[in-house]
């Protein structure tokens, strides 16, 4: 600024002229302006600036401003004259701070503390002074976190997001990956894999190799919300998905689920995660998982946990070795996966788990139970309480039965009332076939039962019978070896059908022309009297002339 400008501007900001109207007559911009008033205050409060001001600069400049004069009581001003903030360096509003420092906390924006300002008090300024000293009013301090701490081996964050572009083998196309972290609390040491879908037993698995990757378990793992961990959300007693909760029991580890939308309770995972993706993965491709899942691991024993944390200043793979004696050993066995779902009993107890049935007792017949299919064998439990009700190895054929002897019902419920009916209409000896399955198998042979009535929709009465017949003779307990039976002896009777009448075929094929005169026809007159005693009519109906009595 111009010597000659600035003498100016300090004149008129000891005249106490109006910030705004100094910018006006003299172009100069308001926050130099107040600046130098800031200055010209110091000066004459004793203080040091950096500023050229009258106390500072030449003594040209300090000749065109007058000297302060003492304060009153003062003997020749021999005291420190320490000025308070002149009038034109405070803003308009503050004669009514407290006023609009409450309507501020009311929520109330600039424009209405404005409006009220110049109804109520005849407030003069305008109103851009009223928006900066709201704004000043509306600062806030930054939020307080509390850094937790933690001991060796007592938690662990877990948590997904997204890997770096890999060649997808179904589509041809490059897509991300989710990528899994588990971090260690204490030594920041980290596990990473990336995988293309994740369901309740990938979400598991990962865990357990985790687990293995560290070799031991922490106390409890922090986690989200995911529907692969968590089912039900809830601060107190959330519900886990029944498979994660059981790996989580085998390796002796609790879940501690985060609060929704409290990213900051795990918030050394977030930090570990954003990590990678800025710092291994930014701008790579990988043409599979596998070549990916090779580069985390050898990024994160090269470089990762060889860093000096930022805050611990320490090794991580320094804290991590001593956090490893601490963590709890691994299991002997690794986890063993299941399936489940909810089965109805049956009226014969049993249960249908594929295409198979298993005896449920002593679950009650109507009853739902929950099952849950290993590799090699099944359980049945309780639904409400998982309580251990049976267990069978799975069957080895289609339509197999694992029910003993000791536990098959025989008294007839209303179903086995309904089979014998209908196999009754059937013929006789189809019904005693049913009887004869029921007294054997009770109510669990209802199944061959339906089976053997419903052949009477696609076989004659006669063909069935004889199958019935055949299969009482041989013994035969078996709702396949009846159809085939049947279906033999249907075949059987059209060979024959087609060897005893051959012009059957001829008139199929056309071959025989047609005719009104053969000892199958009946005489026309015997149709006229037919139709004449089903009408009641009196007069003869005449036969027609071409046909022969």
Known sequence: MKPHLKSSVLTLVEREVSQHEISRKTGVDRKTIRKLARAVCLALAGGESNSPTPATGSESLAGQIPPPRPPAGEAGGAAVYRPKLPAHA??????????????????????????????????????????????????????????????????????????????????????????????????RRSYRQVVWKSSSEV?????????????????????????EGVITPDIYEPQLNRLYGAMLAHYGVVADPARVRDPNRKGTVESAIQHTQATALKGKRFESLEAQNAHLLHWEEKWAALRIHGRAKRQVEEMFQEERAQLKALPLEGMRYFEEGTRTVGDDT????????????????????????????????????????????????????????AERVFNPSRQTHQILARAGKLGPKTDELCRALFAKRGREAQKSMWGIVGLGARYPASILELAAAAALARQIRSYKAVRAIADQLLSAAITRLDAQQPELALLVDGASPLTQQHELIRPSTEYAEFFNRSTGSQAPLEPSGDTQP
């Open 203 to 227: 979400w598991a698995r990962l865990h357990e190799q985790a687990f293995r990757y560290f070799g031991g378990c922490p106390q409890y793992v922090v986690l989200d919300n995911l529907k």
């Open 350 to 405: 049993t249960i249908q788990v594929g295409n198979a049935w298993y005896a449920a007792r002593p679950a009650p017949i109507g009853s739902e139970v929950l099952i849950r299919r290993y590799e090699q064998e099944i359980e049945i439990r309780d639904l409400r309480t998982l309580e251990l009700i049976r267990r069978h190895p799975l069957a080895a054929r289609k339509g197999e039965v694992k029910l003993p002897d």
């Open 90 to 187: 405070r803003s308009g509003c503050e004669a009514h701070r407290e006023w609009i420092q409450a309507q501020v906390h009311l929520g109330r924006n600039a424009t209405a503390i404005y409006q009220e300002l110049v109804d109520r008090f005849g407030f003069t300024r305008r109103y851009n002074s009223v928006k900066r000293f709201c704004r000043t009013l509306r600062r806030r301090e930054p939020e307080q976190f509390d850094r937790l701490e933690f001991l060796p081996g007592e938690e662990a964050q877990v948590d997904y997001g997204e890997g770096a572009p890999t060649l997808h083998p179904g589509s041809g196309r490059y897509r991300k990956p989710r990528l899994f972290v588990m971090t260690l609390r204490y030594s």
